[in-house]
Antibody, heavy 117, light 110 residues
Framework: EVQLVESGGGLLQPGGSLRLSCAAS????????MHWVRQAPGKGLVWVSH????????TYADSVKGRFTISRDNAKNTLYLQMNSLRAEDTAVYFC??????????WGQGTLVTVSS | QSALTQPGSVSGSPGQSITISCTGT?????????VSWYQQRPGKAPKLMIY???NRPSGVSNRFSGSKSGNTASLTISGLQAEDETDYYC??????????FGGGTKLTVL
């Protein structure tokens, strides 16, 4: 069974840093692109970042470019999102999702990041 | 990277059909046949319902169908059931090599 499990969320102050992890199982991790998507409380889905199978191709949404860094460790079947200079507007549930073609399938259960003073 | 435009809400009676639109631009929806649709229940992860405009993953009911014309994609749910009541999102790959979602549509089954 394909499974994605996020971890690392929490409460932190503006300007802080946090690293999210997404542990993958049930598929050949390095064969797939991976994504981070976030959802602010009561709001819609927003694509954040993507990384290809070997980590050589990475893209970001403008809203996080220069502050967030996506990476992966194929030996550990784990995806990461390093988030720096966090702002209140970064408060959201962060989902990791497998890139199956040009769509997202499946998704993890999400991890909540709250940025507040 | 502006969000795709979806109606905030749609409604229909059991057994009826409804259509949710997803309007983008020639740089996203109109550029490729890479539009997908997701169903999200409260507090849960989204679930893929349609990919590449009109393809259904295995296990998804054939009551769900997708189409596209120009810069607008559509999700149609036929034979509406109470269990279909939840939120739906569209997504598209873009010419900027990024992805964009719609704002989401809340479906109410009357």
């Amino acid at each position: 069974e394909v499974q994605l499990v996020e971890s690392g969320g929490g409460l932190l102050q503006p300007g802080g840093s946090l690293r999210l992890s997404c542990a993958a199982s049930g598929f050949t991790f390095n064969d797939y692109w991976m994504h981070w998507v976030r959802q602010a409380p009561g709001k819609g889905l927003v694509w954040v970042s993507h990384i290809n199978g070997d980590g050589s191709r990475i893209t970001y949404a403008d809203s996080v470019k220069g502050r967030f860094t996506i990476s992966r460790d194929n030996a550990k079947n784990t995806l990461y999102l390093q988030m720096n200079s966090l702002r209140a507007e970064d408060t959201a549930v962060y989902f990791c999702a497998r890139g199956d073609g040009w769509q997202f399938d499946p998704w993890g259960q999400g991890t909540l990041v709250t940025v507040s003073s | 990277q502006s969000a795709l435009t979806q109606p905030g809400s749609v409604s229909g009676s059991p057994g009826q059909s409804i259509t949710i639109s997803c309007t983008g631009t020639s740089s996203d929806v109109g550029a490729y046949n890479y539009v997908s649709w997701y169903q999200q229940r409260p507090g849960k992860a989204p679930k893929l319902m349609i990919y590449d405009v009109s393809n259904r993953p295995s296990g998804v009911s054939n009551r769900f169908s997708g189409s596209k014309s120009g810069n607008t994609a559509s999700l149609t749910i036929s034979g509406l059931q109470a269990e279909d009541e939840t939120d739906y999102y569209c997504s598209s790959y873009t010419r900027s090599r990024t992805w964009v979602f719609g704002g989401g549509t809340k479906l109410t089954v009357l």
